[in-house]
């Protein structure tokens, strides 16, 4: 039973990742693919980093208002420190981007521009590595209390949430590129 159990729970994580994969990068990359200019690029970095905070903060408030009634005073106290610690991480990430189109729109020197992009993309870095450590504190407290199809649905969840973090940060290097 436990074999059978651990082959359908691969098997529905494969199909929610492909469904996820075969969504998220195609729009992820419709709007690079627009993108014609360094200002545009950084424009379109700017507005992706602030709606993948927006979509963040409301997805992890989702979870926290549908299956709050789940944890103890103390996970939810958790889960809220880690809500608040993407949201900072996110928001590094939105000022760091801001930086970056600033530096372009205002005809700042190459390697201003360069310095602001490598900026972007270490902040990008710190907040990738914060979001995966949170992810597993968050992890910890939340799967057990979850029934098989939240768990896929969550790490769906996750997956998408990282893919489209993953093509912010490959937005920042493109446009980094260019200036150095």
Known sequence: MSRF??????CATVLVTL???SVVPASAMSSASVA????????????????LRRDVASSLGKYLTT????FTSRETTKLEELKARADRQ????VLATNRLRWSIANGSSRAQVAAAGTAAQTTHKRARATAEASFDQARA???????LIERIR???????????FDALGDQLAAITKQYQ
Do not use: W
């Open 141 to 147: 407290i939340v799967e057990p209390k979850l029934s």
């Open 5 to 10: 159990r651990n082959v359908a729970v691969a």
């Open 67 to 70: 299956y709050g009634d789940r």
């Open 19 to 21: 469904v996820c994969v």
């Open 90 to 93: 996110l928001g590094f990430v």
């Open 36 to 51: 014609s200019s360094p200002l545009t690029e950084a424009k379109l970095a700017s507005s992706d980093a602030r709606q």
């Open 154 to 164: 969550a790490l769906s969840d996750y997956n998408s949430m990282m893919d489209r």
